[in-house]
């Protein structure tokens, strides 16, 4: 009989997490199951390297995107790695969005099983991520956003936190070097994304699929308000790549560097400093989704 994991954050989203687990054992009902709740930040990542080790065929990853990220997290390293699903219960799922994973517990919970896509994994200097990158003044606020204003107030609360850091439009000066290429730009923020899901929307970096092979990164050059304004319109639009104040550009390898203290936002997180050294697992983890 083939086994699996579930790991589960009970504090997810709207805490829904655990009802969903009957349902989950239904879909997997050719599977030995075993069902791992984490307690704290870590967890996720401690549970996903025991399945590699015990050769599970497939871990299902349950909650939010730092859920997703810590488990990813505690796959990439290993030579062995199971199958990977995902029910997604945070605010933002960028990561299910990429792969045309429902949002809805059933919808999610149906597509295990069926067609799956082996994903390109980021690498920044010791850890892993799934969807994107940001660094800045942006970035930095938008880290800020508190758990419990995410759960009220879902993507609202980054707006209204990006728009208050627009509004200070503070700019660092950045060093980028892309597969040996060099540059310098002054920013509000820098993105490199793995999928075309960044904060929720599929409009940033559109041509990035989650199997190319690619690091796909996004310089803001200036700071205004109104280039922000401006940019927000594109984004809707599906335009901001093309941008005159958006330098887009892709690499195998990134190098980035500007002033130290500076805090990275992480698949939604903040966490690591600069510089920040990129590279990429391509289609390193085999996931249940769609590219
Ligand atoms: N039992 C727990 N209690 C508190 N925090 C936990 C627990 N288990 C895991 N965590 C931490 O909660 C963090 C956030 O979890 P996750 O991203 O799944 O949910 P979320 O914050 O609701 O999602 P989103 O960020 O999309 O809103 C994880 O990175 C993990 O470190």
Not at 85 to 108: C, K, W, Y
Not at 125 to 135: D, P, S
Not at 243 to 260: C, E, L, W, Y
Not at 261 to 288: C, R, W
Request: proline content about 3%.
């Amino acid at each position: 009989m083939e086994k699996a994991m579930i790991i589960i954050n009970p504090t997810s989203g709207k805490e829904q997490g655990t009802s969903c687990i009957e349902q989950l054992k239904k879909q997997l009902a050719h599977y030995e199951v075993t069902v791992c709740e984490t307690q704290k930040e870590g967890d996720a990542t401690d549970f996903a390297k025991e399945a590699c080790k015990q050769q599970l065929d497939l871990v299902v990853l349950v909650g939010g995107d730092g859920t997703v990220h810590e488990g990813i997290n505690g796959l990439a390293e290993q030579t062995y790695r199971p199958k990977v699903g995902v029910v997604p219960l945070g605010t933002v799922n960028d990561f299910a969005r990429a792969l045309s994973i429902p949002l809805d517990v059933e919808g999610a919970i149906a597509c295990i099983g069926g067609p799956s896509v082996e994903v390109d994994i980021g690498k920044l200097n010791g850890r892993y991520f799934t969807n994107v990158v940001a660094i800045g003044s942006l970035p930095d606020s938008v880290g800020n956003v508190s758990s419990e204003q995410k759960s009220m107030l879902g993507s609202l609360a980054y707006a209204w936190e990006g728009t208050k850091a627009a509004f200070q439009h503070e700019t660092y000066s950045f060093d980028i070097d892309a597969d040996g290429q060099q540059f310098s730009e002054e920013s509000l923020l820098v993105l490199v994304a793995l999928t075309n899901s960044v904060g929720g929307m599929s409009t940033i970096a559109d041509q990035a699929a989650v199997d190319d092979g690619y690091l796909h990164g996004f310089v803001v050059r200036s700071g205004s308000v109104l280039t922000i304004a401006k940019l927000m319109t594109k984004i809707a639009a599906g335009t901001f790549r093309d941008d005159k104040d958006v330098h887009a550009f892709r690499a195998h390898q990134m190098t980035i560097n500007g002033p130290s203290g500076i805090q990275l936002n992480v698949d939604g997180d903040m966490m690591e400093h600069l510089p920040a050294h990129f590279s990429i697992l391509p289609k390193h983890i085999t996931v249940y989704g769609k590219r």
